[in-house]
């Protein structure tokens, strides 16, 4: 099991910035890949970033916008995200896989809004 303890969610306008960040409650060395994913209204959940120590990914639509970042020596990742849009409205997820295991936390809340 892994407890996620998220924070960094709220209210921006168009083109804002937020900074999500999210810390696993099990030692760095079990984790294998953390992220995050998205769900807005009635949409099914996404993955949005993923970082492991193979490579990083991220869905299209955020490419040049969300930046991912890990802390090498704890359980911690990050997640930049610039130039916010409307459509980028959602609840967003921290996500650690560890071996065959994943585990969600309870999820933050985006508004973009004007």
């Known amino acids: 099991q892994a407890q996620l303890v998220e924070s960094g969610g709220g209210l921006v306008q168009p083109g804002g910035s937020l900074r999500l960040s999210c810390a696993a409650s099990?030692?760095?060395?079990?984790?294998?890949?953390m992220g995050w994913y998205r769900q807005a209204p009635g949409k099914e959940r996404e993955l949005v970033a993923l970082t492991s120590s193979s490579n990083t990914i991220y869905v299209d639509s955020v490419k040049g916008r969300f930046t991912i970042s890990r802390d090498s020596t704890k359980s911690t990742v990050s997640l930049q995200m610039n130039s916010l849009k409307p459509e980028d409205t959602a609840v967003y997820y921290c996500y650690v896989r560890i071996g065959s295991g994943h585990f969600w936390g309870q999820g933050t809340q985006v508004t973009v809004s004007s």
């Open positions: 099990r030692s760095v060395f079990s984790i294998n890949a």
